[in-house]
């Protein structure tokens, strides 16, 4: 059974600091992907990340995929409110196009 | 272009009671999912399909869970009876099949 587990589960900062959300697993991931969930909505995907070693930025948030395709980490530069959220990696094992999905990283920012 | 439409938003039943969801996702994408997301959790497939074909229902609890999706388009999660840790937010999200899913806002599921 592929796991995923996110840390830390929950994360309460003050605006314009830096975070780090980490999602390692022992087993292999033919893509990882993370997504943003806020109230009430579906999670949105933010990037997928294909090849181990891979590196993505999205204006203030980089995405990077570790060399074994084990393992991901969100880096946010100077978070702001609008960052607040619920953020959640999801692993596709065997490139078939199902997902398993970490518990989260509830994420807070403060003004 | 419209997003994956769920209904109803939110339900509320007692244990035993039955209770159905209903799915309209993307047009055009083939691939369709449930997910169960319990309070604190990441979502958990319950279902994929590809067209109308069950792809993967391995995580469906059958005795009580059942899905179909008869035509290709719309789909349909029903609980019978329903259980207390039933209680969650059902997902549906649809698919091209490129890898990126787009869900739904979900239904909240509260069994008293």
């Known amino acids: 059974t592929q796991l995923l587990e996110q840390s830390p589960q929950f994360l309460s900062i003050q605006e314009g600091e830096n975070l780090t959300v980490y999602c390692n697993s022992s087993?292999?991931?033919?893509?990882l992907q993370w997504y943003r969930q806020e109230p009430g909505e579906g999670p949105v995907l933010l990037v997928t990340?294909?090849?181990?070693?891979e590196v993505k930025k999205l204006k203030r948030l980089t995405f990077q995929f570790g060399d074994a395709r084990k393992d991901s980490s969100l880096h946010i530069t100077a978070a702001q409110p609008g960052d607040t959220g619920l953020y959640l990696c999801?692993?596709?094992?065997?490139?078939?196009?199902?997902?398993?999905f970490g518990q989260g990283t509830r994420l807070t920012i403060n003004p | 272009e419209a997003g994956v439409a769920q209904s109803p938003r939110y339900k509320i039943i007692e244990k035993r009671q039955s209770v159905a969801f209903w799915c309209n996702p993307i047009?055009?994408?083939?691939?369709l999912y449930w997910y169960q997301q319990i309070l604190g959790q990441g979502p958990k497939l319950l279902i994929q399909?590809?067209?109308?074909?069950?792809?993967?229902d391995s995580q469906l609890p059958k005795d009580r869970f059942s899905a179909e999706r008869l035509k290709g388009v719309d789909s349909t999660l029903k609980i019978q009876p329903a259980k207390l840790e039933d209680s969650a937010v059902y997902l549906c999200?649809?698919?091209?099949?490129?890898?990126?899913?787009?869900f739904g806002p979900g239904t909240r599921l509260t069994v008293l």
């Open positions: 399909f590809q067209n109308n074909g069950v792809v993967d």
């Open positions: 999200a649809s698919s091209l099949g490129t890898g990126e899913q787009f």
């Open positions: 999801a692993g596709d094992p065997f490139g078939a196009q199902k997902l398993v």
């Open positions: 087993s292999v991931f033919s893509s």
């Open positions: 047009s055009g994408h083939a691939t």
């Open positions: 990340v294909v090849t181990g070693g």
